[in-house]
C-alpha cells in the first residue's frame, strides 16, 4: 500500500467516524430523514459560502455553510406548523428545494474544480487528499483528513460533555424540561453538529452519501446492543471497519471509495439484520416459533381449565377436537400434548379426553391472575 | 417571438416537452395518495434506490434506452421497500432509520456502480450520469413513446382502483373489514409509485424525483376538500412544471431539468399555502384582523350595560380593556366608545368609561326590546 | 324447525402480543337480535376482540362463526363495522357523502360506481343519524360527535346482519348519544344484532340488553339481568370495582 492509499484509507476512517457521532443521535431521535434533508441542502450553504468567502475548506467557510442546516430544520418546521402539510411532506417539498438551488447555483456560477456536479453526489476520496496541508513550506498531510479529524474530535468531546443533556432531551424531553435543559436547544445543537459534520464530509464522500455515513453504522449498531455507551461505541467501530473493507474493495474494482464503504455498511447491515444473536431475523424467528409452542402449551393447559367445570368428558376436553377448537393442525395439537404430558401439567383420563394435573391446574391459575 | 415558435415547431423540442409534461401529470395524480398515506419520503427512498437498477440494467444489456433502464430501475426501487418493510415491522428499528439505511446503501452501491462503468474502456456511458440531475433534451421519440405507455398503464389503473385506492387510503382497517385485499392493493399502491417514479429519472433524476411526486399534491390540497379534484390539480400542477422546467432547460445546456422543474414546483406550493382557497395562510390572517374588526357602537353600549348592570354602585367605570374584554374576541372598541360620547351616551373620567343617564335608559330599553 | 345459529360464535379464541396474552381462550355467543355490551377495563381485550373477529388481527387460535358459517371473506360481509373514531385521518379530503358512500364500496366489480340506489340508501343512513344537514361538508369541520354519526352511518348502509362497534359513544354528546342509541335499538326491532365496547358503566345496562365482560379472559357473559351482576363486576374491574355502577336490579330502564 502506497503512503497515497494509506492516507486515503485513514481519510475514509476518520470521516466516518465523524459521521457516527451525530449519526448515532439523530437515529436515536428518530431523525435519519430530517439528517437525509440536512446532507442535501449543505450544498446550497456550501456554494453560497464559497461566493462570500472563496476557500475551500476554510473554517469560516465550513460554518458558514453549515447554517443552512439549521435553516434546512426551521424551514420544515415552520411548514410543518402552518398546518397545512404534515411532517414527511414538509421534509419532501423543503429539501430538494434548496438543494436544486444549490444545484442550480453551482452550474450557472461556479464554474468550480471543486464545485461540479460529479462532486455533489459522490465528492471525491482519492481526489481530496491531494489538497495538502502547507504550513512555513511544510507539508502536513492531506487538509481533508485534518478537517475531519478536527470535526470528529470536537464531535466527540462535545458529546461527552453533553453526554447527560443529550440522553435526557432524548429520551424524556419533558423531564429535560424540568431539569433547566431546554429540549430546544440540544435539538438544534445536534442538527449544526449534523451540519458541519456534513460540510466537512461534502469534498470527501459528497453530499448525498454522507447520510449513510451517518444512519448505516447506528442502524446496525443498534440491532446489536442495547446499551447506550456501547451504541456508540460501536457505531464509529462499524463505521470505521467499513471504510477499511470499502477501500480494499474500491482498490479492488478501481471504483469510488465512498460508494464502495457505502456498499461494505449495507452488506454489514444486512449481515447483523439476519444474524444478530438478539435482534436478528433469524433469532427472532427462532423465538417466535419457541415462544409460539410454549404459548400453546400454557393455552392449552388454559383451555382445559376453564372448561375444567364441565365434567371429565366432553367436547372440550376430548383430544381429537383441539384441532376443532383451537385451530390448530392435527400434528401440532399432538406435538403440544405431548409436551404437556411430558412436563406433567396434564393426564389422560383415558385414551381420548384430557385433564389438568394439580400442577397444571396451579399454572393456569397463575396465567390467569396475571 | 420568432425563437419562441421555432422553439415549438422544433421536432426535438416538442418530445421534451411532451414528455416531462406528461411525467409530471403521472407522478402528481400518484403522488397525491403517497402524500395523504403520509409516505412522502418513500418517494425519496424509492428515487435514489433506483441508481444501481439503472446502471445494472445498462451493464446487462449494454443499452440505453429507457424502458431497458425502467426495469432494472423498478427491480432496485421495489427491493429497496420491501427491505424497509422488512425491518420497519421485524426488528426494533424505527421507520425512518430503515429508510435512510435503504437510501443510503443503494444511492451508494448506484455511485460504485456508475464509476466502474466510466473505467470500462469500451461502454460508452454516455449520459447514464444525467440520471442524477435528469437532462430532458435527451429525450428522444422512442423514450416518449416508452413514457406515454407506462403512464398510461399507471393512470388506467389509477382509474379503475379509485374506489379501492380511496378506501384503503382513507381507511385501511374499515377496507379489509368490508373485504377488500388490503395488503394487495397497498403493494399495488406502492408499485404504482416506483413506476411513476421510475418514469422521471431520465428528466428530472434520482435525487429530486421525490419532489415531483409530493410537492404537486402538497399544492392541490391547498384548493379543494374533494380527492377527485385534488388528484385533477395535482396532475395540472406536475405537468406545467414538468413543461416549465424542460421549456427553460432547453434554452441553456448547463442547466439541469430537475433542479428547475423542482423549483418551479416550490414556488406552486408556496402559492397555494398562501392563497389556497379557504385554508390558505392569506385568508387566515385576513380572518383573523377581521375578526378583530371594530365593534359597532350598539355593541358596545350593551356591553357597558351589562357592566354596569352587573356592578352597580361599586365603581364609576370601567377601563376600555375591560369593556373589549365584555365585547369579546379582541375587538377595536376605542372608535365605537367616542361615537357612543358624541352622541352623549357614555363618558370617560380618568380612563374609565360610564353611560350617562341617557345612555343608561337607552340600554335598559334595548336590553328589554332583545329579550323580548 | 331448527334452531337459528348464534349472530357470532367465538370459540377459544386467544390472541396474543408475542408471548403476552390479550385474549386468553374466550368462549363467546352473541345470540341473533340482541344488543350486547362489551365492558372491562382499559388492556382488556375489547377492541382485540372486535378486531380478531373482523379478521383485522391474527389470532394465535380459536374460531369464530358468523350466523353458523366459518367467518370468512364472504362471511365478513354480513358484518357492519365501526371502527374508534381516531383510526383515521379526519384531513382527508372527502365529504360525509362520500365516506358514508364508502359502506357500499365492496358491492359489484372493479367498474360499479356508486349508482342511485346507492344514492338513496346513503342519504337515508344520514336522515337516521340527523346528519343529511352535513353531507357535504368537508370531514375535517366535523365535532367528535359528528364524526362518530358518520361512521355510525357508514356501517347503516353496509345493510349488515351483524354490527360491531368499537366504543361508538366516545366523544359524543349527551343529546347525540340518546338519538345514536335509538339508532341502535331500531336496528334491534329490524331483528339485526349489535355487540358493541363500550366503556360507561352506568349506562350500559340502560343501552343494552345483554353484556359481555371481559379482562383478557371472558369473566361473563349472557342477558344484563343474569350478567352485571356485583360479583362479575367486582372480577372483571379487580379491586377497582366502581361502586357507582348500577346492578340492573336498581335500573329502571
Not at chain 1, 470535526?151 to 453526554?163: E, K, M, T, V
Not at chain 1, 405431548?338 to 399454572?363: K, M, N, P, Y
Not at chain 2, 445494472?56 to 418493510?85: C, K, N, P, S, Y
Amino acid at each position: 500500500m502506497s503512503s497515497l492509499e494509506f492516507e486515503i484509507l485513514v481519510t475514509a476512517m476518520t470521516v466516518s467516524a465523524a459521521c457516527a457521532v451525530p449519526g448515532a443521535y439523530l437515529v436515536l431521535r428518530q431523525m435519519s430523514m430530517v439528517a437525509d434533508a440536512i446532507s442535501h441542502t449543505v450544498l446550497l450553504g456550501i456554494v453560497l459560502a464559497f461566493l462570500v468567502v472563496p476557500l475551500y475548506g476554510h473554517p469560516l467557510m465550513v460554518f458558514g455553510a453549515s447554517v443552512m442546516g439549521v435553516v434546512t430544520v426551521l424551514g420544515i418546521d415552520l411548514l410543518k406548523r402552518t398546518g397545512l402539510v404534515r411532517e414527511d411532506a414538509a421534509i419532501g417539498i423543503t429539501f430538494p428545494a434548496l438543494f436544486s438551488l444549490g444545484v442550480l447555483l453551482i452550474s450557472l456560477l461556479a464554474r468550480d474544480a471543486h464545485l461540479d456536479e460529479h462532486m455533489v453526489f459522490q465528492g471525491d476520496l482519492v481526489y481530496s487528499v491531494f489538497q495538502r496541508l502547507e504550513l512555513a513550506d511544510r507539508g502536513y498531510g492531506p487538509m481533508t483528513l485534518w478537517k475531519m479529524a478536527g470535526i470528529f474530535l470536537l464531535n466527540g468531546a462535545l458529546a461527552l460533555r453533553f453526554h447527560r443533556e443529550l440522553k435526557i432531551a432524548t429520551f424524556d424531553p419533558v423531564l429535560a424540561a424540568t431539569l433547566g435543559i431546554s429540549p430546544s436547544l440540544v435539538h438544534f445543537g445536534l442538527v449544526l453538529m449534523t451540519s458541519v459534520t456534513a460540510v466537512g464530509a461534502f469534498d470527501s464522500v459528497g453530499s448525498i452519501l454522507v447520510i449513510g455515513f451517518m444512519v448505516v453504522p447506528p442502524v446496525t449498531a443498534r440491532l446489536l446492543t442495547d446499551s447506550l455507551a456501547r451504541y456508540l461505541g460501536l457505531s464509529i467501530l462499524l463505521g470505521c471497519a467499513s471504510s477499511l473493507g470499502g477501500f480494499w474493495i474500491a482498490r479492488t474494482v478501481n471504483g469510488s471509495v465512498g460508494g464502495s464503504i457505502s456498499l461494505v455498511m449495507g452488506a454489514m447491515f444486512v449481515a447483523v439484520l439476519l444474524a444478530s444473536p438478539r435482534r436478528g431475523l433469524v433469532a427472532d424467528w427462532r423465538r417466535r416459533r419457541r415462544q409460539r409452542v410454549e404459548f400453546a402449551v400454557r393455552m392449552l393447559v388454559i383451555h382445559l381449565f376453564q372448561h375444567r367445570t364441565l365434567g371429565p368428558r366432553t367436547e372440550e376436553n376430548h383430544a381429537g377436537h383441539l384441532e376443532v377448537h383451537l385451530g390448530w393442525s392435527a400434528e401440532f395439537s399432538r406435538r403440544i400434548t405431548e409436551l404437556a404430558e411430558v412436563r406433567g401439567l396434564i393426564s389422560r383420563v383415558d385414551t381420548h379426553w384430557l385433564g389438568l394435573t394439580s400442577v397444571g391446574e396451579r399454572q393456569a391459575e397463575q396465567a390467569l391472575a396475571g | 417571438m420568432e425563437a419562441f415558435l421555432q422553439f415549438f415547431n422544433d421536432y426535438t423540442l416538442r418530445n421534451v416537452l411532451l414528455g416531462t409534461a406528461w411525467i409530471g401529470v403521472v407522478s402528481g395524480s400518484l403522488g397525491t395518495f403517497a402524500f395523504l398515506r403520509r409516505q412522502s419520503l418513500l418517494g425519496d427512498v424509492i428515487s435514489h434506490a433506483t441508481l444501481p437498477g439503472v446502471v445494472l440494467a445498462f451493464l446487462v444489456w449494454q443499452r440505453r434506452e429507457i424502458g431497458v433502464l425502467m426495469i432494472g430501475a423498478a427491480g432496485t426501487g421495489l427491493l429497496a421497500t420491501a427491505l424497509i418493510q422488512v425491518v420497519d415491522t421485524r426488528t426494533n428499528i424505527k421507520r425512518d432509520g430503515a429508510m435512510g439505511v435503504a437510501l443510503a446503501v443503494f444511492f451508494g452501491i448506484g455511485v460504485l456502480l456508475l464509476s466502474m462503468i466510466q473505467n470500462l474502456p469500451t461502454a460508452s456511458q454516455a449520459g447514464l450520469d444525467k440520471f442524477i440531475f435528469g437532462q430532458a433534451a435527451a429525450l428522444v421519440q422512442s423514450d416518449v413513446t416508452v413514457l406515454l405507455a407506462a403512464g398510461g398503464v399507471v393512470l388506467a389503473a389509477l382509474l379503475l382502483l379509485w374506489r379501492e385506492l380511496k378506501i384503503v387510503t382513507f381507511d385501511p382497517d374499515f377496507a379489509r373489514a368490508a373485504g377488500f385485499r388490503v395488503t394487495v392493493l397497498e403493494g399495488g399502491v406502492v408499485t404504482l409509485i416506483v413506476v411513476a417514479t421510475v418514469m422521471g429519472l431520465q428528466t428530472v433524476g434520482v435525487i429530486l424525483m421525490s419532489a415531483m411526486l409530493i410537492a404537486p399534491a402538497a399544492a392541490a390540497r391547498q384548493w379543494t376538500d374533494r380527492l377527485s379534484i385534488m388528484v385533477l390539480v395535482a396532475a395540472l400542477v406536475g405537468g406545467t412544471s414538468g413543461a416549465a422546467g424542460a421549456v427553460v432547460s432547453a434554452f441553456g445546456p448547463q442547466i439541469p431539468t430537475g433542479p428547475v422543474v423542482v423549483l418551479v414546483l416550490t414556488a406552486l406550493v408556496l402559492v397555494s399555502l398562501f392563497l389556497g382557497r379557504k385554508r390558505g395562510l392569506v385568508w387566515r390572517w385576513h380572518r383573523q384582523r377581521r375578526s378583530r374588526k371594530l365593534a359597532d357602537p350598539d355593541t358596545v353600549l350593551g356591553a357597558l350595560g351589562a357592566l354596569e348592570a352587573a356592578h352597580a354602585g361599586t365603581v364609576r367605570g370601567h377601563p376600555k380593556a375591560v369593556v373589549r374584554m365584555a365585547v369579546g374576541q379582541s375587538a377595536q372598541v376605542g372608535q365605537a366608545l367616542a361615537a357612543l360620547r358624541q352622541a352623549g351616551l357614555a363618558d370617560e373620567h380618568d380612563g374609565d368609561w360610564s353611560l350617562t343617564e341617557r345612555g343608561r335608559s337607552e340600554a335598559g330599553r334595548r336590553a328589554r326590546d332583545q329579550g323580548g | 324447525m331448527q334452531t337459528m345459529p348464534p349472530a357470532l360464535e367465538v370459540n377459544d379464541l386467544t390472541v396474543a402480543y408475542r408471548d403476552k396474552p390479550v385474549l386468553w381462550d374466550v368462549d363467546l355467543q352473541v345470540p341473533t337480535g340482541v344488543l350486547m355490551a362489551v365492558v372491562g377495563p382499559n388492556g382488556a381485550g375489547k377492541t382485540t376482540l372486535i378486531k380478531s373477529v373482523m379478521g383485522l388481527m391474527q389470532a394465535a387460535a380459536g374460531s369464530v362463526q358468523v350466523f353458523g358459517e366459518p367467518a370468512g371473506r364472504q362471511q365478513v360481509r354480513r358484518i357492519g363495522y365501526v371502527p374508534q373514531r381516531t383510526s383515521v385521518d379526519w384531513d382527508f379530503p372527502t365529504s360525509v357523502r362520500d365516506v358514508v358512500a364508502m359502506g357500499r364500496y365492496n358491492r359489484g366489480g372493479l367498474w360499479r360506481r356508486t349508482d342511485r340506489r346507492d344514492a338513496e340508501r346513503v342519504a337515508r343512513a344520514l336522515a337516521t343519524v340527523d346528519m343529511e344537514d352535513l353531507a357535504d361538508r368537508q370531514i375535517n369541520e366535523l365535532s367528535g360527535g359528528q364524526q362518530q354519526r358518520v361512521f355510525l352511518a357508514r356501517a347503516l348502509v353496509q345493510d349488515a346482519d351483524l354490527y360491531l362497534m368499537d366504543e361508538p359513544f366516545q366523544g359524543v354528546d349527551a343529546v347525540t348519544e340518546q338519538s345514536m342509541v335509538s339508532v341502535l335499538r331500531r336496528l334491534q326491532e329490524q331483528g339485526r344484532t349489535v355487540l358493541a365496547v363500550h366503556h360507561d358503566l352506568r349506562t350500559a345496562p340502560v343501552y343494552f340488553d345483554w353484556v359481555a365482560l371481559l379482562n383478557v379472559r371472558l369473566i361473563a357473559s349472557g342477558p344484563m339481568a343474569a350478567a352485571f351482576s356485583e360479583c362479575n363486576l367486582q372480577e372483571t374491574f379487580g379491586g377497582l370495582a366502581p361502586a357507582w355502577a348500577n346492578p340492573p336490579a336498581t335500573t329502571a330502564a
